[in-house]
């Protein structure tokens, strides 16, 4: 099965285009940082892995994968 992606080229020196803007950097969470989130709202990260992070927002704990999406350190 072929994927639907058009593979990345590669930016050359003498393009007259700008190179793609790079991805921004990952947030990096540390057990007990309070953090804001769009639909769950407030909490707190009560357990972190390289690829997730585990936060109690009160009536439920929630996983959340990398790269965090709406996920804001306060």
Known sequence: MKSSRAPQR???ATSPFKPPAEPPPVEVF?????VSHDKYGLGRVIE????AV???FG???VRITAP???LIKL
């Open 10 to 12: 590669k930016h050359l």
């Open 54 to 56: 585990i936060v109690d």
């Open 59 to 61: 009536p439920s704990r």
């Open 68 to 70: 965090y999406p709406k």
């Open 48 to 51: 972190v892995s390289p690829d």
């Open 30 to 34: 540390d057990l007990d940082d309070r």
